[in-house]
C-alpha cells in the first residue's frame, strides 16, 4: 500500500530563513510526487511536480528514492509562504490517484 | 485557466434528507474527477474516481449508494449524499484532471470545496 507521511504538522520559521518541509512516502513501484498548497481561505493548488524539476515561488523539491523523500525547501522564507502544504503521490498504475500527506502548516515569522 | 468551481459551497440540512453537490470544469473538458472528504485539520481522502460516461470507481469503505456519483458530461460531475446523518458532516472537495492547461497533462485541479453541515 502506498503511504505519504508528513513528520510535521506545524513549522514556524522567521521571515529569511531558510525552510524545509519533509515528505517521505512509502511505495514499492516508481511513484510521481507533488507538493501542493493551501492558503488561506483558497483552494488547494498544485505547487510543483518532481518530473517537472522545477523551481515555483522560490520553492524546490528534489525525489530521493535511496530515502523515499521528497522535502520541500526554500533558502528565504517570506511571509506570504504561510499556507497549508501537502506532498502527494501518484503510483505508476495510470489511474491518477493521488494518496496525500497529512500536510504541514507553515507559519512565516515576521 | 483550468478552473473547477463547486455548488453550493456551503449547505446545511436535516438529517434524513438527500443534498447534491456540483462539480464543474469550467474551462476544459474532463473525463475524469475525483471526489475527496475532508475532516477537520486532516488531510484530503478519496472516496471515489468520476468517470465521464461510465460508472464511478469507490475507495474501500465508501459507500456507493450513500454517495451517489454521476459524471454525466465531460465538464459536470455531481455527488449525491443521499439520507445524510450527521456524522457525513465534513467538508467535500471535488478535483478534475486536466490535459494541456498550462502545468502539463495528469494535473488534479480542485474546486473550493463544500461544507455539508447535517443537522
Known amino acids: 500500500a502506498q503511504r505519504v507521511t508528513q513528520p510535521e504538522k506545524l513549522l514556524s520559521v522567521f521571515k529569511g530563513a531558510p525552510v524545509e518541509l519533509k515528505c517521505n512516502y512509502s511505495y514499492s513501484g516508481s511513484p510521481e510526487l507533488f507538493w501542493y498548497v493551501q492558503y488561506s481561505r483558497q483552494r488547494l493548488q498544485l505547487l510543483l511536480r518532481?518530473?517537472s524539476r522545477e523551481s515555483i515561488k522560490g520553492f524546490t523539491a528534489d525525489l530521493n528514492k535511496g530515502e523515499t523523500s521528497f522535502h520541500l525547501k526554500k533558502p528565504f522564507a517570506q511571509e506570504e509562504d504561510s499556507a497549508m502544504y501537502y506532498c502527494a503521490l501518484k503510483s505508476n498504475f495510470g489511474n491518477e490517484k493521488l494518496t496525500f500527506g497529512t500536510g504541514t502548516r507553515l507559519t512565516i515569522i515576521p | 485557466g483550468a478552473v473547477v468551481s463547486q455548488h453550493p459551497s456551503w449547505v446545511i440540512c436535516k438529517s434524513g434528507t438527500s443534498v447534491k453537490i456540483e462539480c464543474r470544469s469550467l474551462?476544459?473538458?474532463?473525463?475524469?474527477m475525483f471526489w475527496y472528504r475532508q475532516f477537520p485539520k486532516q488531510s484530503l481522502m478519496l472516496m471515489a474516481t468520476s468517470n465521464e460516461g461510465s460508472k464511478a470507481t469507490y475507495e474501500q469503505g465508501v459507500e456507493k449508494d450513500k454517495f451517489l456519483i454521476n459524471h454525466a458530461s465531460l465538464t459536470l460531475s455531481t455527488l449525491t449524499v443521499t439520507s445524510a446523518h450527521p456524522e457525513d458532516s465534513s467538508f467535500y472537495i471535488c478535483?478534475?484532471?486536466?490535459w494541456g492547461a498550462g502545468r502539463g497533462p495528469d494535473t488534479q485541479y480542485f474546486g473550493p470545496g463544500t461544507r455539508l453541515t447535517v443537522l
Open positions: 518532481h518530473i
Open positions: 478535483s478534475a484532471l486536466g
Open positions: 474551462d476544459f473538458q474532463a473525463t475524469t
